[in-house]
C-alpha cells in the first residue's frame, strides 16, 4: 500500500515514518554509495579538477567512510555498489541515476571519461531487482542535474545535462520537470549551488544561475535561504538534507550557523580530497527513492 506522508511525501513501508509536530519529511533515507577504491584526478572535466595536483587516495577513502559512517548511524539505509577500476569519478554515485517511486531513469554522461559509469550503474539496478529502468537518449548526469521536490522535479542545463534529457525524464516518471539554466562554470551541476530542506525550502546560491532561473527560483521557493559565494566556493550547497539533519562540508561555517538558528542539527564532514575532483556530501550520495512494496 502507498502512503502520503507529512507535507505529501511518499513514503513507502520501508521508510520509517516518523510523526513529526513540525511538518518535515520522513527521516529515513535509502542511499546508493560508490567506495573511492580508484578515486583520482586523471583528466579535468570542470574548474576544480588539476590533474597534476595529486590526490591522497588513503585519506579520500577515510572521508568517505566517514560520510557513509554518519548516514548509518543517523538511521539511514546505505547500498554500495562495487567500484570499477579505470572510472576515478565513479564515487560520485549521485550522477549514476535518478530514481523515483522506484523507476530508474539511467545516466548519459556529457564526458567520454566517464561514459562507462551509465551502463554501470544500470546494471546494478537491475541485479538489484528494480524492473523499470530506462536507457536515456539524451546526456544526462543523474541527480547531480535533477532533484526531486515533492511533485516536482527540479533540474539543470548549461554544463552537463541537456534540457532534452529534462523531457525525457518528465515522460519516463510522470512528474513536471522545471528547466534551471546553471551559468558559472564552478557550479557545473544542480546539486553544486543548490539544496532541499523541506519540499518547499530549498538553499540556493543565486550567482550560479541565470536571471531568469533565479526568478524562477524566487516565486517557487519565496522561503528559500539564499546561500553566499563563500559557502559555494567550499561547495557548501553540496549538502544532504533528511528533513532534520544537514550533512554539510565543515568549510561551510556561514551556513551552518544559519541553519543551526533554523532548528536544523548540523553534521560538518570534511571531504576536501573529494573536492579535488569537484564533488562533496551529495555527489557521493544517490537517493533511492525506492517504489513501495
Ligand atoms: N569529477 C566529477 C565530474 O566532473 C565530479 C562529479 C560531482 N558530482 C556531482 N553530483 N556534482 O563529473
Known sequence: MYHRGLNGVPCGPREVFVARPDGLAPLTR??????????AVEYAINPW????????????LDQWEALRDLYLRLGHRVSEITPIEGLPDMVFAANGALVVDGRVYGARFASAERTPEGPAYLEWFREAGYTETREPKHVNEGEGDFLTLGEVILAA??????????QEAERFLGRPVITLQLTDPR????DT?????????????????SAGSQRVLRSLYPDALLATEEDAAVLGLNAVCDGRNVVLAAEATGLADRLRALGYTVHPVELDELRKAGGGA?????????APL
Open 187 to 190: 557550479f557545473y551541476h544542480l
Open 157 to 166: 542545463t548549461g554544463f552537463r545535462t541537456e534540457a532534452a534529457a529534462h
Open 30 to 39: 535509502h542511499y546508493l554509495m560508490c567506495r573511492p577504491t580508484y578515486f
Open 193 to 209: 549551488a543548490l539544496f532541499a530542506l523541506s519540499e518547499d525550502r530549498v538553499v540556493y546560491y543565486p550567482g550560479a544561475f
Open 49 to 60: 579538477m588539476d590533474p597534476a595536483a595529486g590526490v591522497d587516495r588513503a585519506r579520500a
Open 282 to 290: 551529495k555527489c557521493c550520495t544517490l537517493e533511492l527513492r525506492d
